[in-house]
């Protein structure tokens, strides 16, 4: 007979498609047939409906479109319509062998169910099934597992044409269309008809035809089947009934078992259940059997046992066999495998002497149980490539072949057995592999290695011998030689076209390294930060829920899945709102019954008094809507110790979880909103039961045409009830907002819809760009933040309340609808109409008039009122740091002095690109971004000028120039030459392909020219003025720029406009001057930049906010001042505190009208901002922890002598910001004594370190102190000045520098010699050149000899020979640490140092309460972290609970991460040019792996990130430094001092992520192998040639 390699899906379409003329498909065959049954090919369709001509028909299905089908199904039973459905059975594609329960659910539909255990029963009974349905004009089932059979490959042999003609004649088929079909009846009236049938009606008899049918079968193909068949010992006594591939496996286990010794013991195998015939299970079965084990994978929550398993039973108890014990257990559902093992855990379970009625196959299994069952058939497992194994296995034609591929761990894993015997392997997986085959060996294999025979053989590809042991994780190398497993290198795509030992002949033999053996992969893992990609979708709600509800937490649904969008085509019901509501109904009702069996019982006058106490309280508490979950909680267990005690009968153990309260909830996906009135949605919400629906939605919504996407709105649909609670939150935007839904949602007694968003792309979770898409949807309005509670409006209050700023047009008119605007308005004035609108309302018009503003000032500014005879010029820019922006207005001003008609505007300002053929002369100014890159606020005019077509439009008559700025070393590599300029290139090109005349060759300013990009424009505009015959008249004077010295003496002591500036509620920011004084003040203005491009195309202005920097030297903060930033950082902040590298608190996130009120909040708690940032002082640094706990008051003391000593003195800051009325303008005057007007030339930083700890980074700063200490007492100090961290890309001008050592100086003059410092730096600094202004610089300038002398001179103190210290390394202590007076600290890692809290970790929850106790302080560290100081002996033991509550004493994280800094950067820094805060959590989470497999997990290596090279998180420092250069591209700097005495240097540029895995990795493992004892990181690269050493400043870039 011929052979095919089929799957179960396969095989049953094959059959339909030959046997039918119709077929109705959900799933699309992938097979074709040359032969069909009618002579014509099957017509496909995809709707399943009754065929009125009563064509031959076929349906080819998953289980759950069962469901749907119902009504359908019981009209095929009604018109005796012999269609065959052949249904794939199951709920999840992925971790389940199989699962009957749809199948179970419709058994009573009058079809015909009949199952198949193997791929080739599948095509067999197919055929089978549709002759039975032909011959007896009965609908059947034809079902198999949807897992095990449907997905696995195999030889299936294949029937001939001339043998399906004999099994189905013409006759047969013709005497079936020719039955008419019966008259529509009522139920009623086929009841009659069938009672009144004549005794000489022909009655079919299904089970019987399906018997005849079976054995013509097998007489014409030799493959015998009978409806029920019993397999094993003739007088058996312990008998397993299965169905399905599971009774395949039990067949193949017993006779392996009855081979090795004989035992009296069977298996029966169901094959049609339905029209199921008690008498016919009863003749197969042994009349020895006392124990039968009914296995079924199903799972009924509706039911206490399983349908089978009841069928069973009433067979037995109606021919009065009560002898025989009758077990019940459950496979396969959540099990990706059923084995030998298993059938024998059954087994022994029939052998107990005391039996358990109800079990779970994959529960009750032991080691003992594991069985080996020999098989001549060669096992293979191929990990990596599903495709490479079934060419594989087709390659195989003489052979009867079995191919089964899972998923797990992200990787495929193919189970393949090759037999030169005829007939179905055992559908279990492979449990003895001959070999494993890893196509890619960095993947994880070690389920399938495991697997392996004793010895067997383990073949890696895409690995060479001497990568092999890098490559390789440690759990696989620890699997392999547990196996003492033979490894080769193979070429694995060979497999496609070659048998394993041909393959083997070639192979490369690797020893494996006695080391493999003794590694250990029990330790703990680290926790990674990498993204999980896999992770399902729904988990950080998930863990929500879990953390605010609990042991009362109960999820209803999706109880089949990982996730609940796994595999929906397959298994939607596994995850729809029917699936959990009919559960959570049931659970009501059982409670219910409860509450009626619990009033009788007291008023039962016989129950015990305490007994009758605590069912009284019990009921009046969970009948009253006011009782709280915890009050129920204490009744409910109350009520279990009674019955503990006297038992009663009427509450059983089951009906005692019913005393408990639950919170109840389905979760579920935006596909719910299908079809909403029909829905179970629709069901849950109008039922008024107190259910909450928790609805993900994971769809991007961040770009206009997304949002334009038509989907309906479950939130609008629920509130349309008026009884239904309905939030929108999202976790990355409100952390706090989710948990106030969910908590008033599980409040509400009624159902509550919770829209939660969480945008992913394509179910691959990246918290960075989920973060970024929530922002935008937010913010535009696409996703909303509301919640709308009932429980509000009966108490006459609003029930609306919004939690964001825009809202969607629908929702906008829902609200005008119900009259809820004039209300929102009303009860929040500050929160006008303008701001709640939707922004389909206001974007539109906004955008028109900005641009229209823009226009019309524009043209008054610069061409006058008509005054301009001269020719037009359209200037335009693109520009993202001001560089290019600045040339282009002052070529359109010196244009508008020759004359011109000038227009002047940002290059995608311009609104129709089509006027271009309107222009006469057009001059483009255009910065580089990125990797060639155009800038932000030119991308959508290249877009639209790059798809103009030649011809589309007519630019013959527009002359054009362009002038590109860029720097040729900014990416140095030869092969990225071509990013340099190239915006201005491609935009040149373009307008020449287009027709347009080139005025002159492209003008090109290169950073690295002498001037920067002046040079090039210098020498270019000239040729330009001329090429336009504008004649060189001059004009081309301009007012001199205003310094920023001329700056801050114009501002009046700092005051500036900032007063009025604050009053202009007309934007969000401030002027550009008043911005810079800010600084000052501790503010910087800043924007949102993940929302910068949308928020432009929307016409709308920037996402401006503000950062506010608090002054606290040493990081000392009070309980008490902690309570104040948690509550301003919720309030008018973005909900966290971020704990800087200056040892410092800042807030984001603050909107203009708010920062005054954040400043005086502050100021209030006697903190301050004042010289947190600008030419001055700025906040100091001090060492949290000294090893001499008494030392730390005295360096504190000092830290705080010299702010007070060093503070600016004006007036401004007070007048501003804490006085109840603004001063503007001149109206004080003040004077600075040691600043004077003009303050200092650049910032200006001092930090005090304790030895033997650098944590403070002292070789980083401008000044800084080395405390000595004798007889724990600071006697002086060691002084040091000159540090700095900051540079510029491609500018060697500008370098890092450590500090130069001065001497040491007595303590009573420390002070002194730091104004002296300051001073003379304020002289001295270079005025002129702010890239050139810190002390850094001047010390360089002017030598450390002459320094000394005049800080000696001004402060009157000599430095004497600096006094002996040692530094050992420059990390924060974790743990605890014993201080003075009994007192205690705890030094807790913070990530980056920001409290915020996060569904894994609760962080600012933890520590707002714990200030609410705490008697002693928290200190900031220098590297983000958090010392919990003072902590008295008493509280000791309450705080370590504390910290444990909330995790956070957790320390069991790498060497690494506990050692990584990184600065804010992206979104909020502007001068970021790549992520840093937000990133290098998931970069050390995928570096650390290695440095686990080298052994190195605990080693402390210093790695910093930074979004751009001003140095922030001081990365210059580092051992390993990450500096940004572009969008995903960092400059890679490694040889960094251990200590922090040492500056790195440069080692590879502008990486990406797999670029920087490629190199460190390899870097990592040899450091393990080479390094010396102690020998740190930074000494190793430099000793093993990675670079070079780097001494001063002056080398860096050597």
């Known amino acids: 007979m011929p052979s095919e390699l089929l799957n179960g899906d396969d095989a049953t379409a094959l059959v339909a498609l030959t046997l039918s003329e119709n077929v109705h498909a959900s799933r699309t065959p992938l097979v074709s047939t040359s032969y069909t049954l009618s002579g014509q090919n099957a017509k496909v369709t995809s709707d399943v409906s009754v065929d009125a001509n009563r064509a031959v028909s076929a349906s080819l299905l998953s289980s759950a ?241 399983n349908p089978l398993f009841l069928d069973i039973t009433a067979a037995f108890q109606s021919s009065q066999r009560d002898d025989v014990e009758i077990l019940s257990g459950q496979y396969g559902v959540h099990s990706l495998d059923f084995n030998p093992a298993m059938v024998n855990a059954v087994l022994r379970q029939l052998r107990q002497p005391t039996i358990e009625r109800r079990f779970v196959v994959d529960e009750i299994v032991k080691a003992e149980d594991a069985l080996d069952i020999k098989t001549e058939a060669e096992q293979f497992i191929i990990v990596g490539d599903a495709g490479l194994s079934k060419k594989y296995v087709q390659s195989q034609p003489e052979s009867s072949v079995q191919l089964y591929t899972i998923e797990k761990d992200d990787t495929t894993h193919s189970h393949i057995r090759i037999s030169t015997r005829p007939g179905s392997l055992l559908p279990s997986l492979v449990q003895q592999a ?347 309005g696409a996703w909303p933040l509301y919640r709308w509670n009932p429980v509000l409006e009966a108490q006459n209050k609003e029930a609306f309340t919004l939690d964001s700023q825009r809202i969607k047009k629908d929702l906008e008119k829902f609200l005008e609808r119900e009259n809820h605007f004039s209300q929102i308005v009303l009860s929040q004035p500050a929160l006008s109409k303008t701001l709640v609108s939707s922004l389909e309302s206001d974007v539109k018009k906004r955008q028109e008039d900005l641009k229209r503003k823009a226009r019309e000032d524009y043209a008054k500014l610069l061409s006058g009122l008509g005054g301009a005879e001269g020719p037009p010029l359209t200037v335009l820019f693109g520009s993202d740091n001001g560089n290019a922006e600045g040339l282009a207005k002052k070529i359109a001003t010196r244009a508008k002095a020759r004359n011109l008609k000038v227009k002047f505007m940002a290059m995608d300002d311009y609104e129709d690109i089509q006027e271009l053929a309107n222009e006469t002369n057009l001059l483009i100014v255009c910065s580089t971004a990125g990797q060639g890159e155009l800038p932000s606020n030119g991308r959508e005019f290249w877009k639209a000028l790059n798809a103009l077509l030649v011809g589309e439009v007519q630019l013959s008559d527009l002359n054009f120039a362009v002038f590109g700025l860029g720097d040729r070393n900014y990416w140095p590599r030869a092969e990225d030459a071509s990013f340099y300029n190239r915006p201005g290139k491609i ?140 509550k301003l950082a919720d309030s008018h902040a973005n909900g966290a505190i971020k704990m800087t590298t200056r040892q410092a ?133 060691n002084v040091m000045i000159g540090g700095g961290m900051g540079a510029t890309h491609g500018n060697k001008k500008t370098y890092p520098r450590p500090s130069s050592m001065l001497g040491y100086v007595p303590a009573d003059v420390a002070v002194k010699v730091g104004e002296a410092v300051m001073t003379t730096q304020r002289d001295y600094g270079d005025r002129t050149n702010r890239k050139h202004a810190r002390l850094k610089y001047t010390v360089d300038t002017y030598g450390l000899d002459f320094f000394k002398s005049e800080i000696e001179k001004r402060s009157g103190a000599t430095f004497a020979e600096p006094a002996e210290y040692e530094f050992k390394d420059n990390a924060d202590r974790y743990g605890w640490t014993k201080g003075e007076d009994d007192k205690w600290h705890f030094c807790m890692f913070v990530e980056n140092g920001k409290i915020k809290d996060t569904p894994e970790f609760q962080v600012r929850t933890g520590l707002r309460e714990l200030a609410e106790w705490h008697t002693g302080e928290f200190r900031l560290s220098p590297n983000q972290h958090l010392v919990i100081a003072n902590v008295p002996e008493a509280d000791l033991e309450k705080t370590k609970a504390h910290l444990a509550k909330y995790k956070m004493d957790n320390l069991s994280f790498s060497g690494l991460r506990l050692n990584a800094m990184a600065c804010v950067a992206l979104p909020t820094c502007g001068l970021a040019m790549a992520e840093s805060e937000r990133y290098l959590p998931t970069l050390v989470g995928l570096l650390e792996q290695t440095m686990e497999e080298a052994g190195l997990k605990d080693d402390a290596i210093t790695i910093r990130m930074t979004g751009c090279p001003n140095g922030c998180a001081r990365p210059y420092l580092a051992e390993l430094a990450f500096v940004g250069k572009a969008p995903g591209a960092y400059n890679v700097y490694l040889g960094g001092g251990h200590k922090g005495e040492r500056l790195n240097k440069l080692y590879k540029e502008s990486l990406r992520e797999a670029e920087i895995l490629a190199e460190i990795k390899p870097i990592i493992k040899r450091y393990a192998l080479e390094r010396n004892a102690g020998e740190p990181f930074g000494d190793w690269v430099i000793r093993a040639g990675y670079v070079k050493k780097t001494i001063t400043g002056l080398d860096f870039h050597d």
């Open 65 to 305: 479109e069962l469901l749907q089908a119902i009504p359908h199904l019981y009209q095929l039973a009604a018109t005796q319509t012999g269609q065959v459905l052949h249904v794939s059975a199951g709920e999840s594609t992925e971790k389940s062998f199989g699962d009957y329960s749809h199948i179970m659910a419709v058994r009573q539909a009058g079809l015909g169910l009949l199952s198949s255990s193997t791929v080739q029963e599948a095509y067999d009974l197919a055929i089978i099934a549709h002759a039975v349905a032909i011959q007896t004009s009965t609908p059947f089932i034809h079902f198999y597992d949807s897992q095990r059979v449907s997905s696995e490959y195999a030889t299936v042999q294949t029937v001939a044409p001339e043998i399906l003609q004999q099994l189905i004649t013409p006759e047969q088929i013709e005497s079936y269309k020719q039955k008419s079909l019966p008259a529509p009846q009522t139920a009623y009236l086929r009841y009659k008809a069938s009672q009144d049938q004549s005794a000489d009606a022909v009655v079919v008899d299904v089970s019987e035809t399906v018997k005849n049918v079976m054995a013509q079968f097998g007489t014409l193909t030799r493959r015998h089947y009978s409806p029920v068949e019993y397999t094993g010992h003739p007088d058996a006594e312990l008998v397993i009934v299965a169905m399905g591939a599971g009774a395949a496996v039990v067949e193949q286990t017993l006779a392996h078992l009855q081979s090795v010794s004989p035992q009296k013991i069977g298996v029966l195998n169901i094959r049609l259940y339905r029209p199921w015939s008690d008498a016919d299970l009863l003749a197969h079965l042994p009349e020895s059997v006392r124990r039968l084990a009914v296995l079924e994978p199903v799972q009924d929550h509706t039911a206490t046992w």
């Open 434 to 780: 001959k070999a494993v085959v890893v196509v890619d060996a960095s993947v994880n294999s070690v389920d399938s290695i495991n697997r392996l025979a004793p010895h067997g053989l383990v073949a890696f590809g895409g690995v060479s011998a001497i990568h092999l042991d890098v490559t390789l994780s440690s759990a696989v190398k620890k699997a392999v030689a547990t196996k003492g497993a033979k490894v080769v290198l193979v070429d694995s795509k060979a497999l496609s076209h070659s048998n394993f030992d041909e393959i083997l002949k070639t192979a490369e033999l690797v020893e494996v390294p006695a080391s493999w053996a003794t590694i250990d992969v029990s330790a703990p893992q680290v926790r990674s930060k990498a993204p999980q990609s896999k992770l399902p979708i729904e988990t950080p709600y998930i863990r929500l829920l879990d953390q605010v509800f609990q042991d009362r937490l109960e999820i209803a649904n999706a109880v089949h899945s990982a996730s609940v969008w796994s595999a929906s085509d397959a298994q939607p019901s596994a995850s729809s709102p029917e699936f959990g509501y009919g559960k959570l109904v049931s659970k009501i009702q059982q409670q219910t019954r409860l509450i009626d069996t619990v009033e009788n019982l007291i008023k039962d006058t016989t129950i015990p008094s305490e007994t009758f106490k605590a069912l009284s309280n019990w009921l009046l508490l969970v009948k009253s809507p006011s009782t709280k979950p915890n009050q129920l909680t204490d009744a409910a267990n109350a009520v279990v110790s009674v019955l503990s005690a006297n038992p009663i009968a009427s509450i059983s153990a089951e009906d005692q979880a019913a005393l408990f309260p639950k919170s109840n909830w389905l979760i579920g996906s935006d596909s719910w909103s299908a079809d909403l009135g029909a829905s179970g949605v629709h069901h849950v919400i109008s039922s008024g039961e107190n259910i909450n629906m928790l609805i993900v939605d994971t769809t991007s919504y961040s770009t206009e045409a997304e949002r334009e996407q038509h989907k309906k709105d479950i939130g609008l649909y629920a509130m349309s009830f008026g009884s239904v609670y309905v939030a929108s939150v999202a976790v990355y935007s409100s952390y706090t907002g989710v948990l106030h839904a969910l908590i008033e949602a599980d409040a509400y007694q009624g159902p509550s819809v919770v829209l939660a968003y969480l945008p992913v792309d394509n179910q691959v979770f990246d918290p960075v760009k989920t973060l970024k898409e929530t922002k935008v949807a937010v913010d535009s």
């Open 987 to 1126: 935009i040149e090109a373009k307008l020449e392909a287009l027709g347009a005349n080139r005025l002159l060759a492209l003008g090109l300013g290169d950073d690295q020219d002498a001037d920067g990009y002046e040079t090039g424009f210098q020498a270019w505009q000239p040729e330009f003025w001329k090429a336009l015959g504008v004649k060189d008249v001059g004009g081309d004077e301009e007012p001199p720029k205003i310094t920023d010295d001329q700056m801050k003496i114009n501002s009046n002591y700092l005051r500036g406009t900032i007063a009025e500036d604050l009053l202009d509620t007309s934007r969000g920011d401030i002027s550009e001057t008043n911005g810079k004084l800010l600084k000052f003040h501790g503010s910087y203005g800043q924007d949102d930049r993940d929302l910068r491009e949308e928020r432009k195309k929307m016409g709308l202005e920037k996402a401006y906010s503000f950062m506010i920097r608090v002054r606290m030297p040493g990081g000392v903060s009070t309980p008490a001042q902690w309570i104040v930033m948690d």
């Open 1145 to 1277: 608190f800042q807030l984001h996130g603050i909107i203009k009208s708010k920062l005054r009120e954040t400043i005086r909040g502050i100021n209030h708690s006697l903190l301050s901002t004042l010289a947190a940032c600008g030419d001055v002082n700025r906040n100091i640094m001090v060492t949290p922890v000294t090893e001499i706990p008494e030392v730390h008051a005295q360096v504190q003391k000092f830290s705080e002598e010299v702010m007070l000593h060093l503070a600016p003195r004006t007036n401004a800051y007070h007048e501003i910001w804490l006085a109840d009325e603004l001063v503007a303008g001149h109206a004080v005057q003040d004077h600075e004594p040691i600043y004077g007007p003009t303050y200092l030339p650049r910032k200006f930083k001092i930090v005090i370190a304790v030895p033997p700890n650098n944590d403070v980074d002292i070789y980083a700063h401008d000044l800084g102190y080395i405390a000595i200490v004798k007889d724990k007492k600071v006697i002086g100090y």
